[in-house]
């Protein structure tokens, strides 16, 4: 069964630290995703990959940087972690290619919250 | 560019009644499109999709069809249940299904 899976269901941490969130997917896929879901304004794309060591500023990069290291594993970093970025994240990956449909398996999600 | 919109909630029903979530898009080629549910606490869930025009995505009694004339893939229940009660999104993809697209979410709540 396919499966990405995200480091920590919850989260609290204080203003100023620094944040990593950690995601992995067993499909051997090759694009990843981080969203937040804040209620009111659906899913907003952070940043995405589509290699290894190769990242896409989404629709709202700023504050926040990413890591792929190696082809399962994607992380979101909050280098310093605000209280307007206490939300719910959401890691997602898919195939790439064209000729077969295909669609994103998401992660069950962190809430983040920042005091 | 492509975008979706889809209708603003909370959607209120009673258990068994007919369910109709409408979702529109524009799109620079020849998308997917995709719903996707969300249960409480929970990450999202493929619930059905269409590839090309006239396609049906069907998947627990859910419906939905790609229609290019209007742009628009709306999801259809018959008889819902409180167990329906959930976050849907519509979704398109693009470009090699590298980028996804996401609709702001319908809220259903079902009443017994």
């Known amino acids: 069964d396919v499966k990405v899976t995200q480091s920590s269901r919850y989260l609290v941490k204080r203003t100023g630290e620094k944040v990593f969130l950690e995601c992995v997917q067993d499909m051997d896929h090759e694009n990843m995703f981080w969203y937040r879901q804040d209620p009111g304004l659906g899913l907003r794309l952070i940043y995405f990959?589509?290699?290894?060591?190769?990242?896409e500023k989404g629709d709202i990069p700023e504050g926040y940087s990413v890591s792929r290291e190696k082809k399962e594993r994607f992380s979101l970093i909050l280098e310093s972690a605000s209280t307007n970025q206490t939300s719910m994240y959401l890691c997602a990956s898919s195939l790439s290619g064209t000729g077969a449909s295909t669609e994103a398996f998401f992660g069950q999600g962190t809430r983040l919250t920042v005091v | 560019g492509n975008s979706v919109t889809q209708m603003e909630g909370p959607v209120t029903l009673s258990e068994e009644a007919f369910l109709t979530i409408n979702c529109t898009y524009t799109?620079?080629?020849?998308?997917?499109l995709f719903w996707y549910v969300q249960y409480p606490g929970e990450g999202l869930q493929l619930l059905l999709k269409a590839t090309k025009a006239d396609d049906k995505g069907s998947n627990k009694g859910f419906e939905a069809t790609y229609r290019k004339e209007t742009t628009s893939f709306h999801l259809e229940k018959g008889s819902v249940q409180v167990s329906d009660s959930a976050v849907y999104f519509c979704a398109l993809s693009l470009y090699n299904f590298n980028k996804f697209y996401f609709g702001s979410g319908t809220k259903l709540n079902v009443k017994p």
């Open positions: 990959s589509y290699d290894v060591k190769m990242k």
């Open positions: 799109a620079t080629g020849y998308p997917s």
